[in-house]
């Protein structure tokens, strides 16, 4: 039988509870168990997927097409497992399920309330797709106290009762603060935070205390004491130089034994930590650097481009140096600024979007990388930019454009209404937004003699989509004829899937999102073969 760790935060957000449970189940999979990661998230939407950036950071997208929390890119970049549409719900998702069954008349004409009804929705995705795991990880959003996050923390206090208590462990993840002007660790946040979550039923198993430094023996008995937990699992977590050095500092502190001490389970091997700290060793300690240019709208918004930038930093590894992120608004790069503000660099990427603001700067950001021989990176919405790019510049159509940004142009770029998956024609809808959404894993076939097939090392590859629009096959020719390939494609050869600049040292666009499929312990390829061109390059 699986047994289930339940992770809350308090005092404040962004303590860092998906890492907190992304490192626990590569420590729990080290030592030789099989682990599933879930989220919980209390907003109201459906699924990030139509939210803002700037509301909510990047949106990840699964191998079977769901578009979740970026906490579950946290999660299969530290255990390695692929997350499931079945791994995250929303508050919105548990609403809609059961107003649904309500107009089914699903409920017998009974009164649908918060409890029962919600409850038993949220326990019914806590169990639901597990076989044969013996941890499930579920990270509960947003911070004890909040009225969104009460259902949920309701429900996971019944499903203790359901499944047996010697079945469930709670961990709390806290603030405790250091006051610089009376130089003292406070514990008063961690105290109330817990009477908190104490007064709606949950007594936590383990504290972990998010802090700048080291919490004094006294404080830690403090903890203890106030909070009705064992000295032994008051966890703490100092913050560290690099992310990955998150697995090590937690097994240092034993949380994944007292994890199994409470379960009374034994390990069945030893953790092997050797791996973070040879990426720590090349992280925190580079020998040589790249800079590279992110051209994109929400630079300056840290968890825009999450997954995005941890794929960089992976390529760094790969190359053993580090990657220096050099981010650019492509809102106020102008034509005219080019020279200067990318003189530096030796490598330059343009990032998934929707939408036109922006676009005329990442269009000259293209022009410059292709006419000056650096290695370029396009990603989605980059790779259609550098296809109307080409044809304004090269094929002289300068009325390209894409019909997201308007309807009278040549559309070298256009919106898709069906397309192939598995043998079977997917249709496209205009109901709502998401609805002609490419989502998820698709194949795309790499053509021979091509550098995306020398990358990838294989002519069959697999990867994530996310995005509406799609390269319009009917301009391939002329493309070609002047140099730009289309190296990859969908199988039934409809959808142009990679592109790449002959003539030039390293010049590659795709369709799809690999940033979501690299891991730190397994850069993915294409960024490993992206940051060694910009290495041969620099300046």
């Not at 404040?12 to 449970?21: C, D, R, Y």
């Not at 946040?189 to 802090?211: A, Y």
């Not at 939408?355 to 022009?367: F, L, N």
């Not at 292709?370 to 259609?384: A, D, S």
């Amino acid at each position: 039988m699986a047994r289930y760790i339940f992770v809350t935060g308090g005092v404040v957000s962004s303590l860092g509870k998906g890492l907190s449970s992304a490192s626990l189940a590569y420590l729990l999979q080290s030592r030789g168990f099989k682990v599933r990661i879930r989220k919980l998230d209390p907003y109201l939407n459906v699924d990030p997927g139509t939210m803002s950036p700037f509301q909510h950071g990047e949106v990840f997208v699964t191998d079977d097409g769901a578009e979740t929390d970026l906490d579950l890119g946290h999660y299969e970049r530290f255990s390695g497992i692929s997350a499931k549409q079945s791994d995250n719900i929303t508050t919105g998702q548990i609403y809609s399920d059961v107003l649904k069954k309500e107009r089914k008349g699903k409920y017998l004409g009974k009164t649908v309330q918060v409890i029962p009804h919600v409850t038993d929705r949220i326990k019914e995705f806590i169990k639901y797709d597990i076989k044969n795991e013996d941890f499930v990880i579920c990270e509960i959003g947003g911070t004890v106290g909040d009225i969104e996050s009460l259902p949920f923390v309701e429900a996971i206090r019944q499903f203790s009762n359901d499944v047996g208590k010697k079945n469930t462990l709670f961990i709390h993840l806290t603030l405790v603060p250091y006051m610089k002007a009376s130089d003292e660790i406070k514990t008063k946040p961690t105290q109330h935070s817990v009477k908190e979550l104490r007064s709606i039923g949950i007594q936590p198993d383990i504290i972990i205390c998010r802090c700048e430094r080291s919490i004094p023996l006294d404080q830690k008995k403090k903890i203890s004491l106030f909070c009705n937990v064992d000295i032994k699992n008051v966890i703490q977590t100092i913050d560290v130089k690099t992310i990955y050095e998150a697995p090590i500092s937690f097994n240092s502190e034993k949380l994944d034994k007292q994890v199994l001490d409470y379960f009374n389970i034994k390990s069945k091997k030893n953790v092997n930590l050797n791996p973070w700290k040879n990426i720590t060793t090349v992280v925190l300690n580079p020998k040589k650097y790249v800079n590279i240019a992110i051209i994109g709208k929400y630079v300056n918004l840290k968890d825009a481009y999450k997954s995005l930038d941890e794929a960089l930093v992976h390529g760094g590894i790969f190359n053993n140096l580090k990657v220096n992120l050099v981010r650019i608004e492509s809102d106020n790069l102008k034509p005219s600024d080019i020279n200067k503000k990318l003189k530096n660099v030796s490598g330059i990427l343009i990032p998934g979007g929707f939408g036109k603001r922006g676009t005329e700067g990442k269009i000259a950001a293209i022009r410059y990388a292709r006419k000056n021989k650096i290695p370029f990176l396009g990603i989605c919405f980059g790779m259609q930019m550098a296809i109307i790019e080409f044809a304004r510049n090269v094929l002289n159509i300068k009325k390209a454009s894409s019909t997201e940004f308007k309807q009278k142009c040549i559309p070298v770029i256009g919106l898709i209404n069906e397309w192939q998956k598995n043998g079977k024609t997917i249709k496209g809808t205009n109901k709502d937004l998401g609805g002609t959404m490419r989502l998820g894993s698709y194949d795309a076939e790499l053509i021979n003699n091509s550098l995306i097939r020398s990358i990838y090392k294989s002519k069959i590859i697999k990867e994530r989509h996310r995005h509406r629009y799609e390269v319009n096959i009917n301009f391939r020719n002329q493309f070609e004829k002047k140099g730009l390939i289309f190296s990859g494609n969908s199988p039934d050869k409809n959808l142009p899937e990679i592109i790449e600049l002959k003539n030039h040292p390293w010049f590659i666009g795709v369709q799809f999102h690999p940033e979501f499929k690299s891991r730190p312990l397994s850069p993915h390829p294409l960024f490993s073969s992206f940051i060694k061109a910009a290495k041969n390059h620099k300046k």
